[in-house]
């Protein structure tokens, strides 16, 4: 059969689609990715079943929604729609047959629950994974990372941040902590995957460098680029499922994040170092979803990168075990079983 699985050009819900067709080729199935703009009368000429992966939004789904309603009946049923949510949306912003004719699978139970507020059928949750066969490619790049960092940055700490810039995405709370944290020690090196913007941003922060834009580097890159720091930091207040946190895992690299959901689906407490967090509230972005934030102290996130230090530097062991536990965690979390489910949801 051929399995058209269409999505948008974000990198992250690029990158689920590009793992999702390579599940559908294992299956022995003929996959037919597409980043651009549908515009299919007859979806029989294009495919035999189709997998929609786009986030709710009022902004971009509706249109997605339209084509998941007449693909549906073109397709004998073989349709789906893949979905994440960082918030509740607003559901005067949908029109009522949306919520007759569309059902959802949610990328976390987090998206569920946001969804399922507003109205929507959600008749699945199936978490991100990570790819096994991408992890194997990725490890011939750590040490070749290890090698560039070390010769420019010597014996220091390094932590990894791989974030867009989005205010929801928390990269100006961890610049504040880095500006509390390099009044105390200078044995660290922070390197940033994000946009070029951020540049202006660092001026006054000691030992931050941005490495490469976001979405410019392939996958397999990116993640070599997590095993070869010590940790990564995740300093996001808002997430539908949040795949770095998972990524750095897979790659035996632990990650400070807050620990907030649905980032507690999937993290382990004994294994990454986290952050509790001090409130939760909605932020209207006007962008047709309130959004589910995530409030934590900055002071609490520069010790934790303090105490990340000492582990690396003080206690080996400690740091090896937590090295193996985040591994064997994200070792659950497989896209080929992961996403096979998808596939047997409309009978592949």
Known sequence: MKVLVQTGKSPSISEVSRQIAYVVEQRGHIAILNRGLPSYYDWRKVCDALILV????????????????????????????????????????????????????????????????CGFKVIDVVHHGVLTEELKLAQYKVNEYKRIIQKRFGDRIVFGVVSDDNPRKGIDKLLNALRILQQKRDDYVVLLVSKKNVVAKLKDVKNVYLTAEFGSRQHFEILGFMGACHFTIFPSLCEGFGLPVLESMSMKTPVIHAWFEPLTEFSIKDGNITIDIIGEYEYDSQEGIFYIMHEYDEVELANAIDSAIDIVKKYKSQYEDMQIKVYEQAMKFKSEDLYSKLLDMIGL
């Open 54 to 117: 786009y986030p709710v939004s009022p902004v971009w789904s509706i249109s997605h929604f339209l084509h998941y309603y007449n693909a549906k009946k073109q397709l004998q049923g073989r349709v789906l729609f893949y979905t994440t949510c960082d918030g509740v949306p607003k559901r005067y912003q949908f029109a009522d047959w949306c919520f007759r004719e569309v059902q959802l699978v949610a990328n976390s139970n987090f998206t569920r629950k946001c969804l399922e507020r």
